[in-house]
């Protein structure tokens, strides 16, 4: 049985005592592999997942094959939670972005828990608007602001969300994330080196170097998303 004190996810520590000893004996613990996809589009939501170290992106797939990714999820909050909410199919798919633990549970005791307990749901809801906001910010950023500050944001975004400052990502990788061109993002990094935000020279992983210098080379939306938000977040 998993210690409170071992589920490092924001949301289920700020759950009720009662809360957490009813789910807890129904968590299970689990390395997520990158890219592993959890849901895809039209799935229903049988399990959810509180990430610890991972994080989980929701990607819109179009069918001309391309994707955006309209928002995360990581130690912060749980995976599918508006479709769970609504007890409806997913709308998006849920990859994973990083790989890392999660604690998995049936989505039906978690339901079942929120039915009984207005704290639950009150958090529950909060994290569900939390999502919506990021989300919607997210399709204004992609509309008006340069990449460059779209990939800062991206990059301090993810290290609130997993607690590390070196990641197993590629140039690719930000380029799916992001909706644009591989030579965009190969700019966009140059320029976030040059001010000391990322460390030079590395190959196949992107390590931040300088928090400060990359939250000051991110755009507005950053703040804007947490300074509404119920989660804490690193400073």
């Keep these: 049985m998993p210690e409170t004190n071992l589920i490092n996810n924001w949301l289920f520590a700020a759950m009720e005592p009662a809360d957490q000893a009813a789910l807890r004996p129904k968590l299970v613990r689990r390395q997520l592999a990158q890219k592993e996809v959890l849901l895809r589009t039209g799935d229903d939501v049988d399990y959810i997942h509180f990430p610890v170290s991972a994080q989980i992106a929701n990607v819109m797939v179009f069918n001309t094959g391309e994707s955006l990714a309209v928002s995360t999820v990581g130690r912060d909050g749980v995976t599918g939670l508006a479709a769970f909410m609504a007890h409806q ?87 799916q994330l992001l909706g644009v061109r591989r030579t965009t993002i190969v700019a966009a990094m140059a320029e976030l080196r040059a001010c000391g935000a990322l460390t030079r020279n590395t190959r196949g992983r992107v390590i931040i170097r300088d928090r400060g210098a990359l939250k000051a080379a991110a755009c507005t939306c950053h703040g804007r998303i947490h300074s509404q938000g119920t989660t804490a977040v690193v400073s």
């Design 89 to 175: 199919p997913i709308g998006w798919d849920a990859i994973t972005h990083v790989g890392g633990v999660v604690w998995s549970a049936p989505a039906g005791m978690l339901r079942v828990l929120a039915a009984q307990s207005p704290h639950l749901t009150g958090l529950l809801l909060d994290a569900t608007h939390q999502n919506q906001l990021e989300a919607h910010t997210q399709a204004i950023c992609a509309t008006f602001h340069a990449v460059m500050p779209r990939l800062a944001r991206w990059l301090v975004t993810l290290q609130d969300r997993t607690g590390l400052s070196s990641f197993a990502l590629t140039q690719d990788d930000f380029a």
